[in-house]
């Protein structure tokens, strides 16, 4: 089964904050992603990658910033942290686009 | 309006018990996974299905593109079920750069003793 990593596992910040979110997978996976879950929205897609240096916009993108530097890792940014950006942040990862996605353990970031 | 919805959003069963959860979309799926999150906030992998259905122990899902629906079923519910369960569709013109998965809001359900 796909080993994806996240970390750190809780943060908590203040409003500007600069934050960054890692996550490693180690199966050689070529699509990366990157969901925040929050209380009556279910998982929604900020960025995702189908290879190192690529990015795509995803479906709620404001706000944030993402760089695939390897196959491997993959970074969510937030450069001025509001408060609507405390979520439960999960990253996954899959062999390509339309094939089953791997999740990550998940971040708890809040923003005071 | 959303492209896959979920229901019901809670269900409480007592343990032997069973039940169906569904996902309608309201637009051509290709693919659709269901996942169980715990209590820990895992999202753990339940099945993946293009078309037909999957067995699993105690879980079984069916995927309908035709029709535009999904379903979950659980049978003899035991307390460790208890999670909220999501269901999340490809549409046809995922892949390549346009990979992407839409998710149901989720089906929160809690199996009593």
């Known amino acids: 089964e796909a080993a994806v990593t996240q970390s750190p596992r809780n943060k908590v910040t203040v409003t500007g904050g600069n934050v960054t979110l890692s996550c490693r997978q180690t199966n050689s996976h070529n699509y990366m992603y990157w969901y925040r879950q929050d209380t009556g929205h279910g998982l929604r897609l900020i960025h995702y990658s189908y290879g190192a240096g690529n990015l795509q916009i995803g479906d709620v993108p404001d706000g944030y910033k993402a760089t695939r530097t390897t196959q491997e890792d993959f970074f969510l940014l937030l450069e001025l942290a509001s408060p609507s950006q405390t979520s439960l942040y999960f990253c996954?990862?899959?062999?390509?686009?339309?094939?089953?996605?791997?999740f990550g353990p998940g971040t708890r970031l809040t923003v005071l | 309006g959303d492209q896959v919805e979920q229901s019901p959003s809670a269900l409480s069963l007592h343990e032997g018990t069973g039940s169906a959860l569904r996902c309608n979309f309201t637009?051509?799926?290709?693919?659709v996974q269901w996942f169980q999150q715990n209590s820990r906030g895992s999202l753990i992998n339940l099945f993946y299905?293009?078309?037909g259905t999957k067995e699993n122990g105690r879980l079984k899902s069916t995927f309908n593109s035709k029709e535009s629906y999904s379903t979950l079923h659980i049978r003899d519910a035991q307390l460790e079920d208890s999670g909220t369960y999501f269901c999340a569709a490809e549409g046809v013109n995922s892949g390549g750069s346009n990979a992407k998965l839409t998710f149901g809001k989720g089906t929160k359900l809690s199996v009593k003793s």
């Open positions: 299905l293009a078309s």
């Open positions: 637009t051509t799926m290709r693919a």
């Open positions: 996954a990862s899959s062999k390509l686009g339309a094939y089953e996605q791997y």
